[in-house]
């Protein structure tokens, strides 16, 4: 079968239009359509041998494991064997072979985790998918927390602190890294460390590991907040054109992003007629009324908001 394919093969002696060439998949060869010139032949196939016309079939023909996990110690790159205690065929083992597998379980667990960074890694990679179970993150944002606190690990930043600060502070750079609104005491109250001893963390793996976070976008927060309160799709959106106009006139140089959210969301519920109190607000935000408040009536004075009477 031909099949036109952008490449760019060297020609051999004339130079023909890379729009012209297609690849005869039979053949393995590049072939130019103006001049009916082989510009490059032999081309090794670097796919599989099999076809496969669903995921099932494919799935059950590929030799191959499956990609890197940041989230596993080993990267689970090592094998396991599983709790079934079935043979090949589905048939449950008999009491003699279930002790001797048992006893190959067991070594094998001892296999995979051999020196004290392995232990390190392993207690802090079910914690960090604990803190990130609770806080509903994606798995993108795991696996950029994963990488963080391994290069912390090889920096030896872990040494003499908790696993589970080093863990939290990672999780927030990872966050703030994908832009996913979460505040320091969110990810604090999951952890028995406090929120000072997480945050010197977060400060310490941002001197030495030289990672570069972008400042928290009070936008980031709208939708957040707006979903756990019920809001409509057009209150989060006046609420994040108040946040860009404050934006334009400064007025968020040095305020909480949450604190200035949660106050672009109680006025945009008041213009568009879905009135929530501002303890509601604060509640979800994880901020005080009094930041609501005073974040509001700054808003509303430089910006010249009008609101309508209750």
Known sequence: MVEEKQANPQPSSSICPPDKIIFDEERGEYICTETGEVIEERIIDQGPEWRAFTPEEKEKRSRVGGPLNQTIHDMGISTVIDWKDKDAMGRSLDPKRRLEVLRWRKWQIRARIQSSIDRNLAQAM?????????LNLSKAVKDEAALIYRKAVEKGLVRGRSIESVVAASIYAACRRMKMARTLDEIAQFTKANRKEVARCYRLILRELEIDVPVSDPKDYVTRIGNLLGLSGATMRTAADIIEKAKNMGLTAGKDPAGLAAAAIYIAA?????????????????????????????????????????
């Open 270 to 310: 008041l213009l568009n007629d879905e009135r929530r109190t501002q303890k509601e607000i604060a509640q979800v935000a994880g901020v005080t009324e009094v930041t609501v408040r005073n974040r509001y009536k700054e808003l509303t004075q430089e910006l010249k908001i009008q609101i309508p009477s209750q």
């Open 126 to 134: 079910n914690e960090l998918e604990r803190i990130g179970n609770l």
